[in-house]
């Protein structure tokens, strides 16, 4: 149905080979059967955590990030191994970034984080009945916890010192599932 709108790839030359991410210049032929080339990024996929405190406030962290050269403030995410499980990936990284675990967890959705360049997936998760715990950060990795109220977050969207695609997607999520 959508036959008049798909690009079919002719070649794919290896650009870019990482620890994290592959770097592809293809050739394309177009719906009018000229050609273009796309470059792009392989992504193993990533998982994000909504945690939600007991007492309704949301659980996020403060992170440097070195393209933006800034910190930004961010839910709880991280990157897939090759084979892991999603809700897994997101158990162990809330216990790892934040320190706490949870007892429900609920699966929301997925986001594709910027369409254009990249095959990226981020998988959405509501963690909630939390437990404290101590933080196990990866050797170089380096956060702060923070905790914030919907009203705060919005407000931080609205004034722009929330910019992070992922977290302004997870404050709509949270919104959707009424956490207030």
């Given at each position: 149905?959508?036959?008049?709108?798909?690009?079919?790839?002719?070649t794919s030359?290896?650009?870019?080979?990482g620890?994290?991410?592959n770097?592809?210049?293809?050739?394309?032929?177009l719906?009018d059967g000229?050609?273009?080339?796309?470059?792009?990024i392989?992504?193993?996929?990533?998982?994000?955590?909504?945690?939600?405190?007991?007492?309704?406030?949301?659980?996020?962290?403060?992170?440097?990030r070195?393209?933006?050269?800034?910190?930004?403030?961010?839910?709880?995410?991280?990157?897939?191994?090759?084979?892991?499980?999603?809700?897994?990936?997101?158990?162990?990284?809330?216990?790892?970034?934040?320190?706490?675990?949870?007892?429900?967890?609920e699966?929301?959705?997925?986001?594709?984080p910027?369409?254009?360049?990249?095959?990226e997936?981020?998988?959405?998760?509501?963690?909630?009945?939390?437990t404290?715990g101590?933080?196990q950060?990866?050797?170089?990795?380096?956060l702060?916890s923070?905790?914030?109220s919907m009203a705060?977050?919005?407000?931080?969207v609205?004034?722009?010192?929330?910019?992070?695609?992922?977290?302004?997607?997870?404050?709509?999520?949270?919104?959707q599932?009424?956490?207030?």
């Amino acid at each position: 149905m959508d036959r008049h709108l798909i690009e079919e790839k002719i070649t794919s030359q290896p650009l870019f080979k990482g620890k994290l991410l592959n770097a592809f210049c293809d050739t394309v032929r177009l719906p009018d059967g000229s050609e273009a080339t796309r470059e792009y990024i392989k992504h193993p996929g990533a998982v994000m955590i909504i945690p939600q405190l007991p007492d309704g406030r949301l659980l996020l962290e403060r992170q440097f990030r070195y393209p933006l050269d800034r910190v930004f403030i961010e839910f709880p995410a991280g990157k897939l191994e090759i084979g892991e499980d999603p809700l897994l990936c997101a158990q162990r990284e809330l216990l790892e970034e934040t320190g706490y675990s949870a007892a429900s967890w609920e699966y929301l959705g997925v986001l594709h984080p910027i369409i254009s360049y990249t095959d990226e997936e981020i998988k959405i998760y509501l963690a909630k009945d939390l437990t404290a715990g101590e933080k196990q950060l990866d050797e170089g990795e380096f956060l702060e916890s923070i905790t914030m109220s919907m009203a705060e977050l919005v407000a931080g969207v609205l004034d722009g010192s929330i910019t992070d695609a992922k977290t302004v997607s997870g404050i709509f999520w949270a919104q959707q599932k009424g956490l207030v």
